[in-house]
């Protein structure tokens, strides 16, 4: 399974968050916190695949799970918590606002066999494999 999307920016929008920054990002269109991505483990068996991504404080009616010819994109939005009056913020590492992850999908994925399911924060999508064909021999005629 081959991961789509990928930024070699974002190391530099991290040290800028990291060091009080709040200028424009590089790869997040401007917006602080715009564009984040969840981490993400992908399991392969001998019935399917399975992406576990981690997706915290996001509800699961704000993420959508698409797939069109063979990659499977995921995105949704994490909303922007409110600072309280009266309170200030001080540090803030936690991403928020909008994330998509695409993935390539094996040729023995099947399509028509996925299943998502978000639960504590994480949203797990189990995708079976076709069943592949068993090979058959050919019995070669030699012509006398």
């Known amino acids: ?3 789509v999307q990928w930024n070699p920016l974002r190391d530099f929008d991290d040290f800028f968050d990291r060091y009080g920054t709040t ?15 969840p981490l993400v483990d992908v399991r392969e068996t001998d019935e399917g695949y399975r992406l576990d ?4 404080a996001v509800d699961p009616k704000d993420v959508s799970v ?6 499977l994109s995921i995105s949704g939005e994490r ?5 309280d009056e009266g309170q200030r913020l001080r540090h803030r590492e936690r991403r928020y606002g909008r994330f998509t992850r695409s993935f390539r999908l094996p ?3 099947d399509g028509d066999n996925i299943v998502a399911d978000a639960r504590n924060g994480v949203l ?3 995708v079976g ?5 068993e090979g058959k021999v050919i019995e070669v005629q030699f012509a006398s």
């Not at 991504?53 to 915290?56: D, H, K, Q, R, S």
């Open 1 to 3: 399974m081959n991961l």
């Open 23 to 37: 200028g424009r990002t590089f790869w997040r269109g401007g917006e602080p916190g715009h564009d984040w991505m």
């Open 53 to 56: 991504l981690e997706i915290p």
């Open 66 to 71: 698409r797939l069109d010819e063979r990659v």
């Open 79 to 83: 909303p922007f918590d409110a600072v």
């Open 107 to 109: 040729e023995d994925a």
């Open 124 to 126: 797990s999508i189990m």
């Open 129 to 133: 494999k076709r069943l592949q064909p």
